[in-house]
């Protein structure tokens, strides 16, 4: 019977940093390469996004691919049709806490927007206002019964700041403005 000898290699590093030091000006090379590519490309991507929001998602009537909105929230048993209006546009109960958090507030009246009927970009807050009065306009134009329901009707509660609102947008007080639709 033969015997089998066992050859152990060990590996040698100072060989092996000879041989890789033959391409030691390869790896140097690839490595600045590759490094000055990332810099390029981390430079090369804008600091500034831009997106588009919807703030009233629709509510799924039409038939969509994965069904809508509509469909996932039925999923949760949620119905949508009972929280939005015709247009469907969703009632703010869905998300109270966020709508009522002050510093959801604060940056949603900072957001610029572009109105449907307009070729001017306004922030949120004016947009607002500027609906608001249109409405408190058209109210007191189809002789709404008191200045405090077109408060109401607009989402104002303080009648007063709502007068002095009111008198900046059209230059006249609600009372001077519905007295002359009376006449």
Not at 164 to 170: A, I, P, Q, R, S
Request: charged share 25%.
């Amino acid at each position: 019977m033969e015997k089998k000898e066992e050859v152990i290699k060990q590996i040698d590093l100072i060989d092996l940093i000879k041989k890789m030091g033959k391409y030691i000006r390869l790896y140097t090379i690839v490595c600045l390469a590759t490094g000055i590519l990332g810099i390029i490309v981390a430079f090369s991507i804008p600091k500034v996004y831009k997106s588009k929001v919807v703030l009233a998602p629709e509510m799924g009537n039409n038939s969509t691919v994965g069904g809508g909105l509509s469909s996932l929230a039925s999923m949760a048993g949620i119905d949508l049709n009972k929280m939005g209006d015709a247009d469907g546009a969703l009632y703010l109960q869905i998300y109270p806490s966020i709508i009522s958090s002050t510093t959801f507030i604060k940056e949603l009246e900072k957001i610029k927007v572009l109105p449907k009927d307009s070729l001017k970009e306004m922030t949120f807050k004016k947009y607002l206002l500027q609906q608001r009065m249109e409405k408190a306009k058209r109210l007191i134009q189809d002789g709404c019964e008191s200045i405090g329901t077109v408060c109401e009707q607009v989402g104002i509660s303080n009648a007063s700041y709502f007068s002095h609102l009111f008198k900046e947008y059209t230059g006249k007080l609600p009372s001077e403005y519905k007295k002359d639709y009376e006449e």
